[in-house]
């Protein structure tokens, strides 16, 4: 079988590309299946490695773990516990989440595009997270894109984007979106060559959300990823970096199926205390924050209220360290209580109504415990300085950061939770 992005070979690394790709909300089981059709996936594993399963950080949802992966640290140390920064508002609700702050506001961490960027290589990001204006990326096509960005008025040029699709980009469905950020990343790759790409899909995590993991539909989109990363490769090759390039694909977490929502808020209301405490769902989990002038009675009166809803597991302070989760006396934006979802639950934002009503349809959902194999990740590497045909059974994402580090030439802190993972590079 012919190489898909040249051989196992050993590269200086500054003449060495690493391209990071992340298919989010995509489940180590789904890989171990062999009915998944993603062939392209399996090519990148029979020719370099894999591990078995990726274990997430808590919260297992999408900008913790993303930011993770390019720290080497959880939650607890870059900052990360929902998609955004929480802020404290000085009214009620108490909390807002804010996505769109500049990623040195967010990000407490350093992460391996810092360190790549002030060592003198090239950055790029296609749809990253906690990333807005970070001033260590060379190139970048946004979540959102602008029309006066540098790589959106390229592809307009050559006639890979119109303004019109700029203009409308939050209105196109997941997949037409998908496409896009695919084309951005293969203009900044031929275009540009960076010596890091970061570059992240989202249509299996919403599919996953729509219809639940197991679907016909989720099926298909794993498909349709296994294409768009196949396209990136044909990228690579058409570019020259194919003998230099390593690929290393991830996923963010996996996905549970949804049966039941859990209302808290409304929870809060029948136990008499609406306007002392609130409640802010994320699927699998939920922060719960209290004023802080009754703060005592009212987390106590909240804990065993709450622990004693069917599917609620009900987490205090004592536990935050363990879960990975911060130390509210030292991070504002961490809650009271933390609440996880059990099997077949989930925690839903609706207003008023049941506590506990039973979906329609099955679903899907993350957030859960990091120590529930549902939540696990993908990991695959292949290309130059990688092992072929290796397979390692569990890492954590916290360990790629340091990975990449170590395929060009750099080191992450020595102070990270993760480790380089040596077995499975060229020695």
Not at 72 to 87: F, K, M
Not at 95 to 107: D, F, Y
Not at 170 to 186: S, Y
Not at 348 to 371: E, F, L, M, P, W
């Amino acid at each position: 079988m012919a190489s898909i992005i040249g051989p196992a070979a050993q590269v200086q690394p500054a003449h060495r590309t690493v391209v990071v790709i992340s298919l989010d909300g995509f489940p180590a089981y789904a890989l171990e299946d062999p009915k998944t059709p993603v062939p392209t996936l399996r090519r990148l594993i029979i020719q370099g490695a894999m591990a078995r399963r990726m274990i997430t950080v808590n919260p297992t949802v999408t900008w913790p773990n993303h930011t993770a992966i390019v720290t080497g640290v959880g939650a607890s140390r870059h900052g990360l516990i929902v998609n955004g920064a929480l802020t404290r508002t000085g009214a009620w609700p108490p909390i807002k989440v804010e996505p769109w702050l500049p990623k040195e506001k967010m990000v407490h961490a350093p992460t391996v595009y810092d360190l790549a960027y002030r060592a003198g290589l090239t950055t790029a990001q296609v749809d990253w997270v906690a990333i807005k204006s970070a001033p260590t990326i060379t190139w970048e096509f946004p979540e959102v894109p602008a029309a006066d960005g540098a790589i959106e008025r390229e592809m307009v040029a050559r006639g890979l984007l119109d303004n019109d699709s700029i203009q409308q980009f939050g209105k196109l469905n997941i997949l037409r979106r998908d496409e896009i950020w695919t084309d951005a990343a293969i203009d900044i790759i031929r275009e540009h060559k960076p010596n890091l790409l970061l570059f992240h899909l989202l249509s299996l995590d919403s599919v996953h959300h729509t219809y639940g993991p197991g679907s016909l539909a989720a099926t298909a989109a794993m498909a349709f990823l296994d294409g768009c990363v196949a396209r990136l490769l044909d990228a690579v090759r058409s570019a020259g970096l194919e003998n230099q390039t390593t690929l290393i694909v991830v996923s963010d977490h996996g996905f549970k199926q949804v049966k039941n929502q859990i209302n808290i808020n409304a929870a809060i209301a029948e136990a008499g205390l609406s306007g002392k405490a609130y409640a802010l769902p994320e699927g699998g989990f939920a922060l719960i924050y209290v004023k802080p002038e009754d703060a005592p009675e009212t987390v106590k009166a909240l804990h065993n209220t709450l622990a004693s809803i069917e599917g609620v597991e009900v987490a205090g302070p004592e536990r935050y360290a363990a879960l990975g989760l911060p130390d509210p006396a030292k991070d504002q934006q961490m809650a009271d209580l933390f609440l996880f979802a059990k099997p077949g639950f989930s925690f839903a934002a609706t207003k008023g109504g049941a506590v506990s009503v039973q979906v329609v349809s099955t679903s899907g959902s993350h957030g859960y415990v990091n120590s529930d194999p549902e939540m696990d990740a993908i990991f695959i590497a292949s290309g130059a300085g990688i092992r072929a045909n290796y397979v390692t059974e569990r890492v954590r994402n916290t360990d790629v950061a340091p990975t990449i580090a170590a395929l060009l030439g750099l080191r992450m802190p020595t102070d990270i939770q993760g480790r380089v993972i040596s077995e499975i590079l060229l020695k």
